[in-house]
């Protein structure tokens, strides 16, 4: 079989070359970094739980007519995805203070806030992904008024829909991260949800306890971040409830 092309390499993931032309095949690694990668760690197993965590997102992001890259699942590391021009902002929803926003405004980590919250950060890891305003996205080409307002639009659909679904199950969303990708039908664009949504980008709380199974595990040494993740897993019926961690697949004859 032909050697795949590597597109692109990141912290988490691996895109390579698809299959079809506006393809591509996401992989998922079990490489863990914090704080711009300063911190870092291999946690076996970390990969297959956010790939079958994003693929069990995005299709429910799907069904609901929230349009996602994804396309399908290829194997336990693996998904297809449609290629699309990442818009440089990440896109933050806080429902909860937590994280960054504690310490830039003295909130009290924990506390509810008003209404949903929408954020925008450049992305550029070498800045340390900054804070930005919609007059910094427009004034500097990386999105026009009309894509923050879409931007916006389905970042907000995709939090009622993650917040539905993680409340049934005993957890609450404190906040996440998603990116938006330009798709092009003939002349027409459209923006769709792209990268993943994985206990990676989110913030995850047990609604009784308060115990985290999200990166903050890995962040603030909390415990076994592959545990945490499996918690998530179990909980949503992604795994049986009798599965052990996930650890790296044996090639077998």
Known sequence: MARRKLVYEGKAKILYEGPEPGTLVQYFKDDATAFNAEKRDVIDGKGVLN?????????????????????????????????????????????????SISKRLGIDEGTALPRPIVEFYFKDDALGDPLVSE?????????????????????????????????????????????IGRIWDGDYMRLIVADEI???????????????????????????????YTEVARRLGVMPTNAAPVTKPTLIN
Not at 55 to 83: C, K, S
Not at 214 to 225: A, E, H, I, Q, T
């Open 135 to 179: 007059e910094h996205a427009i004034a500097f080409g990386w999105a026009s008024q009309q894509d923050l307002d879409d931007m916006i639009s389905l970042a907000l659909r995709v939090n009622d829909f993650m917040s539905g679904l993680m409340m049934g199950v005993g957890i609450k969303l404190v906040d996440f991260k998603i990116e």
């Open 51 to 99: 790939n079958r965590l994003s693929e069990f997102f995005m299709t429910g992001l799907g069904n609901i007519g929230v349009p996602t890259h994804f396309i399908r699942r290829i194997n336990m590391r693996e998904q297809l995805i449609r290629a699309v021009e990442i818009i440089p902002l990440e896109v933050v929803v806080r429902n909860v203070a937590a994280g």
């Open 198 to 228: 994985s206990p990676d980008s989110c913030r995850l709380w047990d609604m009784e306890t308060g115990q985290k199974f999200d990166k903050d595990v890995f962040r603030r040494d909390l415990g076994n971040l592959a545990d945490a």
